[in-house]
């Protein structure tokens, strides 16, 4: 099937499950390295994150774009690559597979206090990492928008490519803020535990470093470059 003649009800409920699967998978991973006290270690998150959103990509891209992140999709109708009008309906159904995966976490894992939600490290103050993860997801949409086919992550490159930035990321930013890029991965874990003090700069930071990666792309390439028939 080409990419085009999805429906939009196919390309929301995978973005549904794609999102479902990777904060399952990822705070999930958190989540029993906290109440086993570390046995997965900080490495084994990190390469969590990154196994799942490249598994996810492979098993989505080409029917939804597997943006799994509402800053990402967000970058993509910035860039011109996805209409605006589908923007609230992509963001919806990623946020309700956040959820749905922290409540079943919430379920088999009582004793957690976090489920994966994300908090700046001790004595690393909300500026720092309002700008941390600012970066991250900039350098994430960098890599997503040069590795993309219109508004879709699609095959082996993007799979490898982004699977891999992430992994990159959460390893050596996760000590510091958890290294979210992704305010629907943050939204769930933090409402559900009721850790909601930080949760303003993993919403506001995402969006903002998406759309500077956008600019970035016109910056250093044609003023066109990240419109969909780039």
Excluded at 9 to 37: D, Q, Y
Excluded at 38 to 60: D, Q, R
Excluded at 150 to 164: D, L, N, P, R, Y
Excluded at 199 to 208: D, F, G, K, N, V
């Amino acid at each position: 099937m080409s990419l085009n003649t999805y429906p939009l009800n196919k390309k929301l409920w995978s973005e549904f499950i794609g999102t479902f699967a990777m904060v399952f998978c990822g705070c999930g991973a958190m989540t029993v390295n906290e109440i086993t006290g570390g046995s997965i270690t900080h490495v084994g998150v990190a390469i969590t994150w990154g196994l799942i959103v490249m598994a996810m990509i492979y098993a989505f891209g080409e029917i939804s774009g597997a943006h799994f992140n509402p800053a990402v999709t967000i970058g993509f109708a910035v860039a011109k690559r996805f209409n605006w009008k589908d923007v609230p309906k992509y963001i919806l159904f990623q946020v309700a597979g956040a959820f749905m995966a922290i409540a079943i976490l919430w379920v088999l894992f009582p004793e957690s206090n976090s489920f994966g939600h994300t908090y700046p490290a001790e004595g690393f103050e909300p500026y720092k990492a309002f700008i941390l993860e600012l970066l991250l997801t900039f350098f994430l949409m960098v890599v997503i928008i040069n590795v993309s086919t219109g508004s879709k992550e699609i095959g082996t490159m993007a799979a490898i490519a982004v699977g891999g930035v992430i992994l990159l990321e959460a390893m050596f930013a996760g000590p510091m803020t958890k290294a979210s890029m992704n305010p629907a991965r943050s939204l769930a874990p933090a409402i559900i535990s009721g850790n909601l003090q930080h949760l303003w700069l993993y919403i506001t930071a995402p969006i903002i470093g998406a759309f500077l990666a956008i600019i970035s792309c016109k910056l250093v390439k044609d003023d066109n470059c990240c419109d969909e028939n780039c």
